[in-house]
């Protein structure tokens, strides 16, 4: 069992770092596609004479001397264009110093075309998760290390395979519950190794998506919800990806939310009953599980108000605008958008509270079953002619 528990966790730790590898390679070359190529730059001059100010928001046009400082045309300066469309969650405008990707159309080596894309945040989204890749190890040791791991090869796994083959028009329900199994198996046993406490918050986490699916299922029918109320679905079909289920990829959604959580349950009701029985070997598997229970319900008494709060944290602002101009609760709760993440919450929590018992039960007989009876024992001897003593014969 040892061998195979070894063996397992370096496979999967290989996995993710082959993952990790294949992800880095994709996003390094995916700049070097075609004629047109995205570099940092650092603005030098601006000119705004084409911006009109339409109250807060602008529209117009941005022209901005820039700088390229990273690629093949380090050093060349170049005029890019800035396009304003008057939206403020995605308009830009730049001032001298500021550091931007610009999108470069290149002909012969030649720049012949530039466009300003964002401001360059790269650099400092890397230190930041590097500030959370060193504090995670330090803290964790092994265990953050093959958890870090298992961040980078799920980003990997949802990058490189599960997008691409929603964008490609596989069914979303069958799709996303193999890719979060398989997610499901590769986090856990990752960090929990293959062990008894790892295989139970498994199995644990899998019927509790389960129960999510199948509520998910029923109350979206029952809710009359689609897929539009999530964000950038209408920008899908305005890209032309009509024959997508986008009702059905808002039901993933869903799905892939409540899963985060349902895996953090599971792990913790199952490790805290392994070091249960670590402290008390002589512990029965009724008192085991009702320790389980009693861990589950502590635990699910903040997760839910947990999701509450990151999906109103997503929302304020939207709530803040209700507010100021007085609508009416009921109003509230049957706005389509409002209703989508009510369901959210309320079917997040529900699959969470089946994680928690299923993953006791589990852990309870997992835990104190004893595989030694399982082994061969010694075999019992022929009735042949060597068992019986020579003055029988």
Request: net charge neutral.
């Amino acid at each position: 069992m040892s061998k195979l528990k070894t063996v397992t966790e370096i496979g999967l730790i290989l996995a993710a770092v082959i993952v990790l590898f294949l992800v880095g390679r994709h996003w390094l070359g995916a700049d070097d596609t075609g004629n047109v190529h995205e570099v940092p730059g650092t603005v030098i001059t601006v000119d705004n004479s084409e911006i009109l100010q339409a109250g807060i928001a602008a529209v117009g046009v941005q022209t901005a001397t820039v700088v390229i400082s990273g690629g093949g045309w380090k050093g060349v300066q170049v005029e890019a264009v800035n396009h304003l469309n008057g939206q403020l969650d995605m308009d830009e405008i730049y001032v001298p110093g500021d550091k931007i990707l610009l999108a470069v159309q290149v002909v012969d080596r030649k720049i012949t075309d530039a466009k300003a894309i964002n401001s360059y945040r790269q650099n400092w989204e890397l230190i930041l998760f590097a500030v959370f890749a060193v504090a995670l190890v330090a803290y964790s040791g092994l265990v953050g290390l093959k958890a870090l791991l298992s961040f980078m090869g799920s980003l990997g796994l949802l990058w490189c395979f599960y997008i691409p083959n929603l964008l490609n028009g596989a069914p979303p329900l069958p799709l996303s519950l193999a890719v979060l199994v398989l997610l499901s198996m590769v986090i856990i046993l990752t960090v929990a190794g293959v062990t008894r406490q790892g295989i139970a918050a498994f199995l644990g986490t899998v019927s509790g998506l389960a129960v999510t699916l199948v509520l998910t299922l029923f109350f979206g029918d029952k809710l009359h919800l689609g897929g539009m109320t999530a964000p950038f679905s209408s920008t899908l079909l305005m890209q032309g990806n009509y024959s997508l289920n986008l009702q059905h990829i808002f039901y993933s959604a869903v799905l892939l939310g409540a899963s985060g959580a349902a895996m953090d349950i599971a792990m913790d009701v199952s490790v805290s009953m392994n070091e249960i029985k670590l402290k008390r070997p002589d512990i029965g598997v009724r008192e085991l599980i009702q320790s389980g229970f009693n861990v589950g319900r502590m635990v699910i008494g903040t997760m839910a108000t947990t999701l509450l709060l990151a999906y109103s944290g997503g929302y304020l602002t939207m709530l803040m605008v209700f507010v100021s101009q007085g609508t009416s609760f009921t109003r509230i709760v049957n706005m389509k958008l409002v209703a989508a993440e009510i369901f959210r919450i309320l079917i997040g929590s529900i699959g969470l509270l089946m994680v928690a018992p299923v993953t006791a039960l589990i852990a309870g007989v997992l835990l104190t079953v004893n595989l030694g009876a399982f082994r061969k024992h010694k075999p019992v001897p022929d009735h042949d002619e060597k068992t019986f003593p020579e003055s029988g014969r």
